[in-house]
């Protein structure tokens, strides 16, 4: 196996880094199985609390590698469909779907894909020196890996059409002010913030981050009543958790909680 997929293991998290760096970590169908597959690990591990995804080198992600299994030849187009709804759209979905917070550290461009990649996480830092690219329509395709969705729901529509339409690149710091991402951070702090974020987030009561995780996926189709329904519902499962019984007396006995995700 190719150490395309990079994962570094840490007390209560994970790093899984993204290891191509002489091709700004594009991704192609076998490296997105392993990606996927380190997911599933991370999953079943009920030692890791939290997740931090990350990009080797001077680029996060470039998005889905043009080679010949993606370009058009004498037998016909490629099934980009099957590419996109096997692979891309699969990690997404897994990303948005794990009980496990994801923080993401783009380090360098994250383009098409890779920054779908990006925004499918709960938290994201960007080096002051990163570009977030809707690369689509350089090569004639629409958006995917959730771009569309994302871009719409958190920068709004008309900047979300303008960005995938004409394709231009905006920087870490524009991104932070539209709201697309969490914070922008010097070049030089990224790694270490995003790794304090991260081990912090592994001291959190895990089954409330994983109910907010549930919360925020409906919110944006939910009705009000449906979402109050929702937080009542989860709220009457954290509140049976030992972590809560544990916030409470830590806030009682006026000491700092000690978590253990239950």
């Known amino acids: 196996m190719t150490d395309d997929i990079r994962t570094e293991h840490h007390d209560g998290w994970r790093a899984i880094v993204l290891n191509r760096p002489e091709k700004l970590n594009a991704v192609n169908a076998a490296m997105l199985d392993r990606l996927l597959a380190e997911l599933t690990a991370a999953e079943q591990d009920a030692s890791v609390r939290a997740l931090l995804l990350t990009g080797a080198g001077r680029g996060f992600c470039a998005g889905q590698e043009l080679g010949p299994d993606v370009t058009p030849g004498p ?9 996109a709804g096997t692979w891309h759209h699969e990690v997404v979905r897994r990303i948005r779907a794990s009980r496990l917070p994801v923080v993401c550290a783009v380090n360098g461009v994250a383009a098409g894909a890779g920054a779908s990649f990006a925004l499918a996480c709960d938290i ?65 702090a990224l790694m270490g913030e995003a790794a304090a974020m991260t081990a912090k987030l592994a001291t959190a009561p895990s089954a409330a981050l994983a109910g907010m995780k549930t919360m925020f996926a409906a919110a944006g189709t939910n009705s009000l009543s449906a979402q109050l329904d929702l937080e009542a519902r989860l709220q009457g499962e954290a509140g049976r958790s030992a972590d809560f019984a544990e916030g409470v007396r830590a806030f009682q006995e006026k000491r700092p909680p000690v978590f253990r995700g239950a």
Do not use: C, Y
């Open 75 to 83: 037998n016909g187009p490629p099934d980009l469909e099957k590419l």
């Open 124 to 188: 994201v830092l960007a080096a002051r020196s990163a570009k977030f690219v809707q690369a689509f329509v350089k090569i004639g395709l629409v958006p995917d890996s959730g771009a569309s969705f994302f871009l719409t729901h958190t920068v709004g529509e008309a900047r979300a059409r303008a960005l995938a339409m004409l394709g231009d690149a905006i920087d870490a710091d524009r991104a932070e002010a539209w709201g697309m991402i969490w914070k922008a951070v010097d070049d030089a």
